[in-house]
């Protein structure tokens, strides 16, 4: 069987550089090499693209060669530079296992779109669309479903802290993995909380708190061909939740603990996992997304946010989510394979 050629993209230059290259790991852990002949493109924090070896952690050190994706259709691949010359690679799909800005917003697909190139994901208007939280929000909530109380500001605009309704969250408006995230329980903590959102993004989001449990849905398809994983439940011992800010994440979380799947009564399940579908529609999401939302007392469920590109590490929710609804993550991967060459997948 002729294997397809497939180019892993890894890295990136946002913030979540070391994410991604986690989230890369488990991506070749789990790749059937029966299947696909994998290509790994290394992004350094810099923006130099390299074809290596593979996601080591230490992969910059390793056997790498300057590389870029083509943006001529007539290539469609990779060009590998060597001593002032250059090869072409071809390849058959592309897998941007990349998060945060320049990986995750629609930057990279725009490059894929202009090359022509398969890809797994979403595409650029919803990847756009997700990553700029009050953008999102707008998009939702005309679909009628429901969001947080929200404000934006601007670079160089003030904000008086006297009229907003605390607790308060204040986020960047465009970054992910809780980068920025700070909580403000009243006026005096909220200078100090835009200041810590504007070192990740100029625009900032302040969110009014919403209470209740926070839960989220992995969900795999396209259109209305949508399979959702098992929800999953967020409970904490103090604080908020912070994803990826632990030192050793993979050891666990100091004030949270993560159920799959949630303890909540089967109804208050399918109405998660449907209203996550009902998200990713609205939104224009496809191949995957994680939804994540908030369950309120009187069995609200309200978007948090999506992550169209989430996190695949070995603690990451997505995959856990996945496999608990019986699609490991090898069948993750060959299903979004499928998803980005064909259009559709087969329903389980």
């Known amino acids: 069987m002729t294997r397809l050629k497939v180019g892993i993209v890894f890295g990136g230059c946002s913030e979540e550089h070391p994410i991604s290259v986690k989230s890369a ?9 029966a299947k696909y002949e994998p290509f790994y493109i290394g992004i350094t924090r810099s923006g130099a693209w390299q074809l290596c070896d593979g996601p080591a952690p230490d992969w910059e050190s390793g056997n790498c060669r300057p590389a870029v994706l083509s943006p001529d259709r007539g290539v469609r691949g990779l060009l590998v530079f060597d001593e002032g010359k250059y090869e072409t690679v071809e390849l058959d799909l592309v897998f941007p296992v990349l998060h945060g800005k320049l990986g995750e917003d629609g930057a990279m697909q725009g490059l894929l779109e202009l090359s022509g190139m398969p890809y797994v994901g979403c595409g650029i208007q919803s990847s756009a669309l997700c990553m700029d939280k009050s953008l999102a929000y707008l998009v939702v909530r005309s679909a009628g479903i429901a969001t947080p109380q929200f404000w934006t500001v601007d670079a160089g605009e003030a904000v008086d802290p006297d009229r907003l309704p605390y607790p308060v969250f204040v986020k960047p408006a465009r970054s992910g993995s ?11 903590d909220l200078p100090g909380a835009v200041a810590a959102a504007r070192e990740f993004d100029s625009k900032v989001l302040i969110e009014a708190a919403v209470a209740g449990t926070e ?3 992995a969900i795999l398809g ?5 399979v959702a994983g098992e929800v999953d439940q967020i409970t904490l011992s103090h604080g908020f939740f912070k994803i990826h800010q632990e030192n050793a994440p993979e050891t666990g979380s100091e004030n949270s603990t993560i159920t799959v799947p949630a303890n909540i009564p089967a109804p208050t399940r399918e109405l998660v996992q449907e209203t996550a579908k009902a998200i990713y529609r609205a939104l224009g999401c496809r191949g995957l997304a994680r939804v994540d939302m908030f369950l309120t007392d009187d ?3 309200v978007l948090n946010e999506v992550n169209t590109f989430p996190g695949t590490t070995t603690y990451s929710r997505y995959p856990r989510m996945m496999a608990a609804a019986g699609v490991p993550m090898s069948e993750v ?3 979004i394979a499928a998803l980005a060459l064909t259009g559709s997948g087969t329903r389980r």
């Open 222 to 226: 396209n259109d209305t061909d949508l």
């Open 299 to 301: 069995g609200t469920v």
């Open 178 to 188: 809780s980068f920025g995230v700070s909580k403000a329980a009243g006026p005096a």
């Open 215 to 217: 839960v989220g849905c």
């Open 25 to 33: 790991q488990e991506v070749a852990t789990n790749l059937d090499l």
């Open 333 to 335: 991967i060959d299903r």
